[in-house]
């Protein structure tokens, strides 16, 4: 027989500690000056959880029968725990895999890599739940029922189910809406908005009849309302991201990343573990404020993005679609490394091209010439630059591109209009005039960097076949001001530091 055994203070005390390194560690990553030290807090604070979760709960001996307690514990019959040492084999097979996958990702995949990562804490969710709901004895969250006529049986507490059925649901809906996010991103799926006919009233009535079968599972003790819970979830999801476009993916993967903490708080109830219940929360809270944050810089509504890009069109306006065929100003790497080292002031845009063409630390490399000729150098940085939130960021600091250069868009739009060369290296949407001037446009009303208002644009692209991530034709390209670099990014820095050289 296996009873509650009374809450360890050194356990909650342990979780306290892991719970201070996570908000310490939220803290660190607010800034790339202190990113690293908040990595390795986060890991700190983890570690501490997972050994302290592991070596408290102890797993029953195999077959071992248990019963009710304090209406807490219910089983009947005898049930099969996994071991301490199985759990660390399968903890080491997930090192394994995450430092290897670690090791070899590129940069320019880490947005498919997170929204993978974010699916499997969707689905951990749902199993947890699924598991949960088949063997409820062994989570501790049935209660034993005596009838005056019959055998006795066990019935899930109807706040458990709540949990679970919570749990599962956003679980769910993390896992399907971040294998969408992950096609889009990785290019299997175009990055326009799929919008089906008739898709809000869909999606209003799926949410609604999950809330419906919620209620109905908490308070009846029929199988189908958990499943189909768990069915709407996956389908809701799916819903939910076809229909945003890809200049809004930096916040559908913020977005998705609040989704999974959620789910992770709600089976820390339905496990009773403190420590998930903290960590999940702070995730979502967390993920769920960069999300607003980076609406707000991209005057989108952030009801609007959750519910599935409300608002979006068929329409992309005379921007959409192919390039504009219209007279443009064709450069070299000698006259870019003329222009620039002849400047007073440069400001380097970087955006997506350059991470696919991994020309950061080329970029800074010229940074550094220009300097050595005088030329003061800035990085701009656009909120959604990239394919998630910080992606240009984290790109500069690995080429170890100074602080100290790179500005966000709030701090350094105004300087443009005083800048010599405006420096374009594979930002496309986050440059577009368009969104100003054009109200057709699908990003008309994000706000861009004013790069056109520069003396000279130099703007490096691979052709000009092509079109942004958003799929509109950038203004900019035609402007008198801007000269256009046709090549791929990485090979005509390389050849403007040879020429400043």
């Not at 307690?69 to 099969?80: F, I, K, N, P, Y």
């Not at 063409?357 to 630059?385: C, F, N, S, T, W």
């Amino acid at each position: 027989m296996h009873e509650a055994a009374p809450v360890n203070p050194w356990v909650a005390l342990a979780y306290l500690v892991a719970g201070v390194c996570f908000i310490l560690a939220l803290r660190g990553l607010s800034s790339p000056a202190t990113s690293r030290r908040g990595n390795r807090l986060g890991m700190i604070g983890m570690g501490i959880a997972v050994l302290t979760t592991i070596f408290t709960h102890i797993p029953f001996a195999e077959g071992e029968q248990f019963v009710s307690v304090a209406g807490r514990e219910v089983l009947s019959g005898t049930v099969d725990y996994v071991t301490v040492a199985e759990i660390l084999a399968a903890i080491g097979i997930g090192a394994v895999i995450g430092l290897t996958t670690a090791k070899r990702i590129a940069m320019t995949a880490m947005p498919q890599l997170v929204a993978a990562f974010h699916s499997l804490v969707g689905l951990a969710a749902v199993l947890v739940g699924i598991a949960a709901y088949l063997n409820p004895g062994a989570f501790g969250i049935s209660s034993l029922v005596v009838p005056m006529i019959g055998e006795p049986f066990a019935v899930i507490n109807p706040v458990a189910k709540v949990e679970m059925a919570l749990g599962v649901a956003i679980g769910a809906i993390t896992f399907s809406g971040s294998v969408i996010a992950f096609l889009k991103l990785n290019g299997n799926m175009g990055g326009k908005p799929i919008l089906l006919p008739g898709r809000h009233g869909i999606n209003l009535g799926v949410l609604v009849g999950i809330l419906l079968c919620v209620a109905v599972f908490a308070h009846g003790q029929d199988a189908w309302p958990f499943w189909t819970i768990l069915v709407a979830s996956f389908a809701i999801g799916f819903l939910l991201i076809i229909p945003i476009g890809g200049a809004d993916m930096p916040v559908v993967v913020s977005m998705l990343n609040s989704y999974s903490g959620w789910a992770a708080a709600a089976m820390g109830f339905t496990l009773g573990n403190t420590a998930m219940i903290v960590t999940g929360a702070l995730v979502g809270s967390s993920g769920a404020i960069l999300s607003y944050i980076m609406c707000r810089a991209m005057n989108r509504s952030f009801l609007s993005v959750i519910a599935g890009g409300f608002g979006a069109t068929d329409s992309g306006g005379a921007g959409s679609g192919a390039a504009i065929d219209r007279p443009w100003k064709r450069g070299s790497a000698e006259d870019a490394a003329f222009l620039m080292s002849q400047a007073e002031q440069v400001i380097i845009v970087p955006g997506y091209g350059m991470a696919v063409a991994q020309a950061q630390h080329a970029l800074r490399e010229m940074g550094d010439k220009l300097k050595e000729h005088g030329v003061r150098v800035k990085y701009a940085i656009h909120p959604v630059a990239g394919r998630m939130p910080g992606h240009m960021n984290v790109l500069l600091a690995e080429a170890n591109v100074p602080y100290d250069d790179v500005f966000e868009l709030e701090d350094i739009n105004a300087e443009f209009a005083q800048t010599d060369v405006a420096f374009v290296i594979g930002a496309n949407d986050v440059t577009n005039p368009a969104a100003k001037t054009d109200k057709t446009s699908p990003i008309y009303g994000m706000p861009v960097l004013d790069v056109e208002k520069a003396k000279t644009v130099l703007f490096i692209k691979r052709s000009m076949g092509g079109v942004g991530y958003a799929g509109v034709d950038n203004e900019l390209f035609y402007r008198d001001n801007t000269m256009m670099l046709l090549a791929d990014a990485k090979k005509m820095v390389e050849e403007i530091v040879k020429s400043i050289e």
